[in-house]
């Protein structure tokens, strides 16, 4: 059973556009989240963390985070094709937090 | 940047055949892993190390095997390879708890 869910399974936006992802664990010893891109042939890359409830922003990217529910997104505004990639949540668990799990992720595509 | 190197690049093995992946790391962190990914799966967890001399099993460690003979060195083995190890394969490191994982460039695997 995937501890870590991702949807949509892939998106569609239009360049300029904005882009929400989305992850949710069903484990509730889960502690801290992080969100990797990989572009096609590349090999992950982080791009945030959010380790408490709330918002973080880093220029285009938002991310959130509600520990109740232990649900975290992505919001990507003015979206660029260079955006256009594989998004990967990853969480941590409390009681072993070396152990990195990630889910199936989100390919996104951004449309010219 | 950090840098994780894996070896080889790309593997061609038998079924029933030994097979070694090789992963170095210069960053002197304490933590590796091993992820194998696979379409709809995302990255999955196979054997992780905590320093030199120690393993833990990962989330899918049946069939592989895993060895941190140093710091800098971890690799994963294959006793007797079989078709279903198709996969691509990442190393990664990471200096410990909430901390990012660097990943290398990744193995690709092919057992006939």
């Known amino acids: 059973q995937q501890k870590v869910q991702q949807s949509p399974e892939s998106l569609i936006v239009p360049e300029g556009g904005m882009a ?3 992850c949710t664990s069903s484990d509730r010893n889960v502690d801290y989240f992080w969100w990797y891109r990989q572009h096609s042939g590349k090999s992950p890359k982080m791009l945030m963390s959010i380790f408490s409830n709330g918002e973080k922003e880093e220029g ?3 991310v959130h985070l ?4 232990l649900h975290t997104s992505l919001h990507i505004r003015d979206s660029q094709p260079s955006d256009s990639a594989l998004y990967l949540c990853a969480a941590s668990l409390n009681y072993n937090q070396g152990k990195l799990i990630f889910g199936q992720g989100t390919k996104l595509s951004i449309k010219p | 940047e950090a840098a994780v190197t894996q070896s080889p690049r790309n593997k061609v093995a038998v079924t029933g055949g030994k097979v070694t992946l090789s992963c170095n790391q210069t960053n002197n962190h304490n933590n590796m892993y091993w992820y194998r990914q ?3 799966h995302g990255l999955r967890l196979i054997h992780y190390s905590y320093g030199a001399g120690s393993t833990e099993k990962g989330d899918i460690p049946d069939g592989y095997k ?3 003979p140093s710091q800098e060195n971890f690799s994963l083995i294959l006793e007797l390879a079989t078709p279903s190890q198709t996969s691509v394969y990442f190393c990664a490191s990471g200096a410990g708890v909430a901390e990012t994982l660097y990943f290398g460039s990744g193995t690709r695997l092919t057992v006939l």
């Open chain 2, 38 to 40: 696979d379409t709809g």
């Open chain 1, 66 to 69: 509600n520990k109740a529910s």
């Open chain 2, 66 to 68: 895993a060895s941190r």
């Open chain 1, 60 to 62: 285009r990217f938002t």
């Open chain 1, 20 to 22: 929400s992802l989305n």
